[in-house]
């Protein structure tokens, strides 16, 4: 079926630093979703993006619904220990929502 | 977030068994999801459910036989499982299926098969 590729598989960060990944498809979404999973519990969401080229933060993190549909990023700024997990991005489009396309996930550990 | 209850948390059992998964929302959504995460693996989509009729069933195996009595209450009843069914087992809801309102997850079983 139709994968997203999620970039950085995985990444070591120390507490204090930004990080940066991003998600690219084949095809376009016209909604874009970024959510974090943590050891034992299930996918959480983050940010929802419903327009090409939207910017959206929540709290420390930051999102952009890319211009072509095609692609979307998720920026984390001054990382903390609690930022560990793996974060997923999805892909919508309305009239199939039942279709939620997922990323293979990027990994994120942060150390003191 | 408990908006949506997943029970058992674990659950171990053997390829005879028959065991039931429940999934409970009390978000007033009417679409609900059962998705399967197996290691190194985007979610998978199983089955789709909107106002408790099934919309979607995504070439699962029958052993998996899902159940939706209510928009509130989701089940997924398992018989002679196999060993690559171990995985952990994540229910969602949205508002609705033809929306672009976003899914909201449970914390899973995590079920292995001996």
């Known amino acids: 079926g139709q994968q997203l590729n999620q970039s950085p598989q995985s990444m070591f960060i120390q507490e204090g630093e930004d990080v940066s990944m991003n998600c690219t498809s084949s095809?376009?979404?016209?909604?874009w979703l970024w959510y974090k999973q943590e050891p034992g519990e299930g996918p959480v969401l983050l940010i929802a993006l419903y327009k090409a080229g939207e910017l959206t933060s929540n709290g420390r993190l930051t999102a952009q619904f890319g211009i072509t549909r095609k692609d979307s990023f998720l920026n984390i700024s001054a990382s903390i220990p609690s930022d560990v997990g793996i974060y997923f991005c999805a892909g919508q489009n309305t009239g199939t929502a039942s279709k939620l396309t997922f990323g293979t996930g990027t990994r994120l550990q942060v150390t003191l | 977030e408990t908006g949506v209850t997943q029970t058992p948390r674990h659950l171990v059992m053997g390829m005879t068994n028959k065991k039931s998964l429940k999934c409970e929302q009390h978000?007033?959504?009417?679409?609900m999801y059962w998705y399967k995460q197996s290691a190194k693996k985007p979610l998978e989509l199983m089955f789709v459910?909107?106002?408790?009729?099934?919309?979607e069933n995504n070439s699962v195996p029958s052993r998996f036989s899902p159940e939706c009595p209510n928009s509130s209450h989701l089940f997924l009843h398992l018989h002679t499982l196999q060993p690559e069914d171990s995985a952990l087992y994540l229910c969602?809801?949205?508002?609705?299926?033809?929306?672009?309102?976003?899914?909201?997850f449970g914390d899973g079983t995590r079920l292995s098969i001996l």
């Open positions: 095809s376009i979404f016209n909604t």
């Open positions: 459910y909107n106002f408790k009729e099934q919309t």
């Open positions: 969602a809801s949205s508002p609705a299926v033809n929306s672009n309102q976003p899914q909201h």
């Open positions: 978000l007033g959504h009417n679409a």
